[in-house]
């Protein structure tokens, strides 16, 4: 019992820290999505009618649409990039050092410095992207600055128009999809390879002598050991993406038309720029939601343990 | 024998070549923005597509000092990411040790919470922070950006798991020595568990000199900028001049790049470890 006073002073600072920035914010936010308040005037208690609003608020629906956009163009190309990426460094190949020095290098760059090289290179005149286009004879985009669909604009070069609903995530979205692929990928490369380094040699040993070739060592060893990190990459890719934010904040701004308009984008501006701090954090609320969900999938089934 | 050696060579030259594209793709993109850093404005333009600069020059690191006060927002930077880190070495030791070595009530209940927290995304707090920050007056400081991040449930959580496989002899043996639990923390645990406290103070450094979020949240002034939001500030205001946009680019992570270099291994071990949390 001595330690008691002892571990009240070790963990105060932190204590103190979580509790005023993330445990009292995340009760505040819920009680303030219930008000309607401009930072200034005093609050006011309005009950659910920012939920009301927002489910009728045509950019809200756009904000959410494209988010889900993005996490199509992202998760799945991303987890299957980096899983080959991280497959093909697993064969006591030589030289992996620099290849995972390469392959990690956006991973530490900022968001902000990777836009701007992005922005270089989606430019559409200079940029090289539409130079490379060029080249195999296909007609430049204005990448970051195309707000019809991707489906709209490939079936169009054809000739073919189709109905809006069916166009897809704009180009612009796709593009910032791109950048946020190369900027990721290293990262769940690494927890692959983690992954990888564990499963005992003797298993393809083993299979190897009873005749296994690689693509069956592949699927019968591999991808089911591997199972719990693919599924954990796969969700913590998920809430990532349903978080983001500074690619857009950096190059678009949500433009154009709100093409490219992400929920959190829509929170920060909501608060920061149009002081609706009520409808702004029932906003987040639904994205604090939607992550809390998804968390709750991830501990349920990593629990479970997926392999066996 | 001899067969079944030149195949492999085959398989690992295709591999190679697969490797080698990726990297390519991976890493052409800084080379082609350090390279345009290096380029006049006429050239920029003319002739973008060339990997080397035809004339070399340094006219956009110049024209970067003297157009923005580049100087003070990488100090900044040094500041706010310095203060974060080691404030978090220091917190976080201490809250480790307390939850991995100290026996008071509610220890277990205390921690899950901690751990809870972890799931909450900084996004979905930023009003209530800000709020928050508003309220104490300290929008607009050097506080503003720190105080939130003097701790965390990370770093608490990283430092805790290491302070566990410390055995308990070792402890019992200092205590016999008339060591106090500060001084078995400060002499002994600390020096051992010094790879961890690196992982924890390079990803931590990392993270707050990229951080963009914040010090576009909470600052207005032009004095505390940081680079990140200085310079993302710079493009909005002065037009683009990819030149100097590249050049003020390569300044800002260069830094995070050198310490990578060093610290490889502490990165790499650093993602395991939050990518494979039990």
Same mark, same amino acid.
């Given at each position: 019992m001595r330690d008691t006073k002892r571990a009240i002073l070790f963990i105060l600072p932190t204590y103190l820290v979580i509790t005023i920035f993330i445990i009292l914010p995340i009760f505040f936010a819920l009680y303030i999505s219930f008000n309607k308040w401009n930072l200034l005037a005093p609050m006011k208690f309005i009950g659910l009618s920012n939920y009301g609003k927002l489910f009728r608020s045509e950019e809200f629906w756009k904000a959410l649409i494209n988010t889900v956009y993005y996490t199509f163009i992202t998760v799945p190309l991303c987890v299957i990039f980096a899983l080959v990426i991280a497959l093909l460094l697993n064969t006591r190949i030589k030289g992996i050092a620099f290849y995972r020095v390469a392959y990690f290098m956006p991973v530490m760059t900022s968001f902000v410095a990777s836009a701007f090289i992005w922005q270089w290179i989606f430019?559409?005149?200079?940029?090289i992207l539409n130079f490379v286009f060029g080249l195999i004879g296909l007609k430049p985009l204005s990448w970051l600055n195309e707000p019809k669909g991707v489906f709209t604009v490939l079936f169009e070069s054809f000739g073919v128009h189709i109905p809006r609903w069916l166009g897809g995530p704009s180009v612009t979205l796709v593009a910032i999809g791109i950048m946020s692929i190369w900027k990721n990928v290293g990262y769940y490369m690494i927890i692959f390879l983690a992954g990888l380094q564990n499963i005992p040699r003797s298993y393809y040993e083993a299979a190897e002598m009873d005749g296994a070739g690689p693509v069956r060592r592949f699927f019968s060893i591999t991808l089911p050991i591997l199972s719990p990190t693919t599924f954990f990459v796969l969700i913590m890719a998920v809430i990532v993406s349903f978080q983001v934010f500074e690619q857009v904040a950096v190059t678009t701004q949500g433009g154009p038309l709100n093409s490219s308009l992400v929920l959190v984008y829509f929170v920060y501006q909501k608060a920061f720029k149009f002081l609706e701090v009520g409808y702004a954090s029932s906003a987040a609320y639904i994205l604090f939601a939607i992550v809390l969900f998804l968390t709750y999938l991830q501990v349920k089934v990593i629990g479970k343990r997926v392999h066996y | 024998m001899r067969r079944r050696k030149i195949s492999r060579h085959i398989k690992h030259g295709i591999l190679h070549v697969l490797l080698i594209a990726g990297a390519i793709l991976m890493i052409f993109p800084f080379l082609w923005g350090f390279s345009t850093s290096f380029k006049e404005m006429r050239e920029v333009l003319s002739? %973008?597509?060339?990997? &080397? %600069? $035809?004339r070399f020059t340094l006219i956009n690191y110049q024209n970067v000092f003297t157009s923005i006060p580049i100087g003070r927002f990488f100090l900044n930077s040094v500041i706010v990411s310095l203060s974060i880190t080691l404030s978090q070495l220091f917190t976080c030791s201490l809250s480790a040790y307390a939850f991995a070595r100290l026996r008071f009530p509610f220890r277990n209940g205390l921690f899950y919470i901690l751990l809870a927290?972890?799931? &909450?995304?900084?996004h979905v707090i930023m009003v209530p922070v800000y709020i928050i920050l508003n309220f104490f007056r300290l929008i607009d400081t050097y506080a503003a950006m720190i105080l939130p991040f003097v701790s965390s449930a990370f770093g608490t959580f990283l430092l805790r798991q290491f302070f566990?496989?410390? %055995? $308990?002899e070792l402890e019992e043996a200092a205590f016999l020595d008339g060591c106090s639990h500060l001084g078995f923390l400060i002499r002994i645990l600390i020096p051992l568990s010094r790879p961890i406290l690196a992982t924890l103070a390079i990803f931590t450094f990392m993270w707050s000199w990229n951080n963009y979020l914040w010090p576009l949240i909470v600052t207005n002034r032009i004095e505390i900028r940081t680079l990140q939001y200085g310079l993302a500030m710079f493009k909005e205001e002065g037009g683009i001049n990819w030149g100097q946009l590249m050049a003020g680019t390569t300044i800002a992570t260069i830094p995070i790049l050198i310490i990578f270099l060093i610290a490889q291994k502490q990165f790499i071990e650093g993602i395991t470890l939050t990518g494979l949390k039990e």
């Open positions: 430019q559409s005149q200079n940029g | 002739n %973008p597509y060339n990997l &080397i %600069p $035809k927290t972890m799931m &909450i995304p900084q566990m496989t410390v %055995p $308990k």
